[in-house]
């Protein structure tokens, strides 16, 4: 048994008790009247009355957000479509996936039941276009957070977090329990500064063969 089996920055999981099982540390405390019984008998104790302690990993939301501005095609579609993957393999019954750019597309609502393939489908069917509203991507993302009842809520940010559009994104960001931002190589202060409003990690990934490992080393 290991003390520590899931980390973060925040947290990731949390001791529960429970009856005694492979891998558990044993809880004194709470074994200690089924111990002290079978001594008093003379008897060996009885492990299925021992008390164990374990590691859960907490259930956790993601929402992904996709910037689709400028142009949309070859890497930063692969790139899209491999993070929707990862995404729903973390969290596969609570998450969601908004593409934007001066607009917003829920591609998989926080609360919808969608086959992986069919999400991913509809992400390789975008046209990038158009200005770049962050703050109305962070507030969309945040809404579909809002409907979850996971107790850890984490939102990803795939752009190079410039906003040519709509409100302060910085406030939108700093309205997240964790916000990561993963923008391509190159100068970009803004991206940095929305995962730190956030609370996040910031990475930058320059082809989309890296994403998948850059993207599970954020999520921790």
């Given at each position: 048994?290991?003390?520590?089996?899931?980390?973060?920055?925040?947290?990731?999981?949390?001791?529960?008790?429970?009856?005694?099982?492979?891998?558990?540390?044993?809880?004194?405390?709470?074994?200690?009247?089924?111990?002290?019984?079978?001594?008093?008998?003379?008897?060996?104790?009885?492990?299925?009355?021992?008390?164990?302690?374990?590691?859960?990993?907490?259930?956790?939301?993601?929402?992904?957000?996709?910037?689709?501005?400028?142009?949309?095609?070859g890497e930063r579609?692969?790139?899209?479509?491999?993070?929707?993957?990862?995404?729903?393999?973390?969290?596969?019954?609570?998450?969601?996936?908004?593409?934007?750019?001066?607009?917003?597309?829920?591609?998989?609502?926080?609360?919808?039941?969608?086959?992986?393939?069919?999400?991913?489908?509809?992400?390789?069917?975008?046209?990038?276009?158009?200005?770049?509203?962050?703050?109305?991507?962070?507030?969309?993302?945040?809404?579909?957070?809002?409907?979850?009842?996971?107790?850890?809520?984490?939102?990803?940010?795939?752009?190079?977090?410039m906003s040519t559009?709509?409100?302060?994104?910085?406030?939108?960001?700093?309205?997240?329990?964790?916000?990561?931002?993963?923008?391509?190589?190159?100068?970009?202060?803004?991206?940095?500064?929305?995962?730190?409003?956030?609370?996040?990690?910031?990475?930058q990934v320059s082809?989309?063969?890296?994403?998948?490992?850059?993207?599970?080393?954020?999520?921790?």
């Amino acid at each position: 048994f290991r003390r520590v089996l899931f980390r973060s920055k925040r947290g990731v999981g949390h001791l529960a008790g429970g009856a005694l099982r492979d891998g558990d540390e044993i809880d004194l405390d709470a074994s200690l009247p089924a111990i002290a019984e079978a001594r008093s008998l003379g008897q060996r104790v009885d492990t299925d009355a021992l008390r164990g302690r374990h590691w859960v990993r907490e259930e956790h939301a993601l929402t992904l957000l996709i910037d689709r501005s400028g142009s949309m095609g070859g890497e930063r579609l692969v790139t899209a479509a491999l993070a929707a993957a990862i995404v729903a393999c973390r969290a596969p019954s609570d998450y969601s996936i908004i593409a934007f750019a001066g607009d917003c597309v829920v591609v998989k609502s926080q609360d919808a039941d969608r086959p992986t393939d069919s999400v991913i489908d509809d992400l390789l069917s975008l046209h990038g276009y158009g200005t770049t509203d962050l703050a109305r991507a962070l507030n969309a993302g945040h809404q579909q957070l809002s409907r979850s009842r996971s107790r850890r809520k984490v939102g990803i940010l795939i752009s190079d977090g410039m906003s040519t559009a709509g409100g302060d994104p910085l406030r939108l960001a700093r309205e997240y329990e964790t916000l990561h931002v993963i923008a391509p190589p190159g100068d970009t202060p803004q991206a940095a500064a929305l995962a730190r409003a956030g609370g996040g990690r910031f990475a930058q990934v320059s082809r989309a063969s890296e994403l998948p490992e850059v993207l599970l080393r954020v999520l921790g």
